[in-house]
């Protein structure tokens, strides 16, 4: 395996700020070493954005699915990319989509899926589900398995 597909990463092996805002260019790619369809599976349980109109902070568990066609999102820039939302006033809907789109649009993945477990605002927890694509045949999909919110019961 070559280590040329990893040349031209900024983020990886130096310190790195965490950006202001998701809009900043920190997402990165790397070409995918492999010529087999796998699933890639990224976690934030403590995905942290602010409500666009009373600026409280929200909180929620993502899960981010991914079949690659031929590039991989850099880690470091996606928890850069992810971090970035801590001071972004967005909805539930616009912030679990905005991420989906973002990295369909950087990756051209084979599929995609992102589901958004909020915690509750208000007394009531959005979830929000976004999938591109359809899963290619052959390929083992684990279910998220994210359990609903279930209060104080």
Known sequence: MSHDIYKDLKNLGSVSKLPTNPEADILERVQNPQDVDYMVRFTAPEFT????????PDFAHLVIDYIPGDWLVESKSLKLYLGAFRNHGAFHEDCTVSIARKLA???????????????PRGGIPIDVFYQMGDVPKGVWVQPQNVPSYRGRG
């Open 49 to 56: 954005s602010l409500c666009p109109m009373t600026g409280a």
């Open 105 to 119: 649009d950087l990756l051209d993945p084979k599929w995609l899926r992102i589901g958004g477990y909020w915690y």
